[in-house]
């Protein structure tokens, strides 16, 4: 289920439009995720593109600074918005039974809503963004050591409220 | 992969594919519009904000000095209104039947409660009740489970009604008998109500964006009076000054100055005479707006505002850093600024610090952070804030229930 590659790499570069439209779907939804708010999220990934679009001419490659931007912009929004982000819970619990979902989705969705920011951002890079370890370092700007605990510590988490 | 991942995989993918991310605006607005070039990521700035750590700190201080002798510039007139079609139709819902309502009245111990009321601890994880557990009595509310959690249900001034929003609307809960009434629309995914003084006016943020004000009494379809539209999409938190001639609220990247600034500002409910309070540093001294109160009796604003540690956030550089929390006050013009009472650290996960003014304004509750998911809850009073009064702990919002005459 792991998609493998980082879609940022593959886009074309060349027109800032062209890079703004293919990325923004994909970012909002991953910063959603991590955030818990589709609107948050929305400011946070348009506040990033502004970023890119005023260095657009300098930057070798946007895509990097681009995920690297949102993401700083989640631990900013974070920071400021603390408890509200439910997202993921409501979504879970809102999804009829019969759709796949049952009682332990919602457990899982109520531990990731509770977990600390760099666990949650590296449990959506890794299991929805589907990134290695190394490549989730990178965007988190942190040692390559410290995204494996995260992880490990976060599924210890899941675990523990699934049992 | 192991079954709990995959199952992790799963959800995470699914709930992906159920947003709704909308529409991609067109890009052609970027270089053009002055207020999207000034929405520069704050990552941008992080380095020379921490560079400049303590020029931003004097800055502060330098500009809380120059607002308290400020003159305030009259603002343009705002009288628009809020157009109710302009909101999408399928966030409304028909009045829910009240599932359950009861009355308690039940008359607490006199000890460790505040003079004029209960204080309730809403528990936003597990219920959505206006319930006095522990600490008092009248009634207790059963709400919708989609009721917003922040900012949560406001109680009136008199104790008999309370304010919520839940499925898109804004209703009224009568709360003895448990009917409601709804008055508004609101599209943002948290909307801030505050009542005037009177109990007859509600001040709504019904869409991140602007203020403004809905008779109480109304109906669902009736419009808005709109005192400010502000530069930026946000949640706002929203309140009336004692005298319910003003509104309170906070805002981001104010007047043109940078995005890394929040700041608390009053305006006149007819759109004018707009003021800033106090401006902030976001990166190190980041300003909840839900953390923030107007006393109910007098000019004096309180407010919960968090300090991150330069030490800790190099201790905590892979890891959430813990806020120094104080609680601090003002008057309304920015004038006697003070910090009354050191909250500790706080790495706000499971728990949320809030700080209530009593329904009278002479005491005023608060929690202090003694753990990652619990805070102590104190009562001070206005007379006497030196000697808070420790009456148990918990987390959620809190809310005073006033007294009632029965």
Known sequence: ?163 | MTDLEERLTRLLHQVADDLDVGPVESSSSFPSSENVRRLRSRATHRWAARGFAAAAVVALLVGLLTVRGADRADAPAVNDSVDPSDRPASTLAPTPTPTEVRSLVTRPPATNLPANGAIVMNDIDTTRQLDPTGFGRTQTAILPATTSPWPGPEVSPDGTRAAYEANGTVRVRDLASGIDRHVARCVAEACSIAWSPSGTTLAINPDRRTIALFDADGDVDQVGQVVITLERSEPHIVDFTHDGERIVFVSRAPQASDPSTAALESIRLDGTDRIPILETDELHEPLNPYWIDVSPLDSTIGWIQGIADATDQQTHANDDPPLALQLRMSNIDGSSLRVVADLGQCFCLGFSPDFRWSPDGLQYAYYEANSPSLGELFVASTANAAAPRSIGTGSGQLIWLPELSD
């Not at chain 1, 703004?20 to 589709?38: P, T």
């Not at chain 1, 593109?49 to 657009?56: D, E, I, L, N, T």
């Not at chain 1, 918005?81 to 919602?106: H, I, K, M, T």
């Open chain 1, 1 to 163: 289920m792991i998609v493998g590659d980082d879609p940022v790499s593959a886009v074309p570069t060349a027109n800032f439009d062209s890079f703004y439209r293919h990325e923004f779907d994909q970012q909002v939804r991953r910063a959603a995720l991590i955030l818990g708010s589709i609107e948050l999220a929305r400011d946070v990934v348009h506040d990033a593109f502004v970023g890119v679009y005023q260095r657009w001419t300098t930057l070798d490659d946007a895509g990097p600074y681009l995920n690297r931007s949102v993401l700083n912009g989640c631990r900013d929004a974070h920071r400021r918005n603390f408890s509200r982000d439910r997202l993921l819970v409501r979504l879970a619990n809102q999804r009829p039974a019969n759709e796949g979902f049952d009682a332990d989705d919602g457990v899982l969705a109520d531990v990731i809503s509770t977990l600390p920011f760099n666990q949650r951002a590296a449990v959506v890079l890794r299991y929805y963004g589907g990134l290695s370890i190394a490549e989730i370092a990178t965007r988190l700007d942190c040692p390559t050591g410290s995204v494996g605990p995260w992880i490990d510590r976060a599924l210890q988490s899941m675990r523990k409220a699934l049992s």
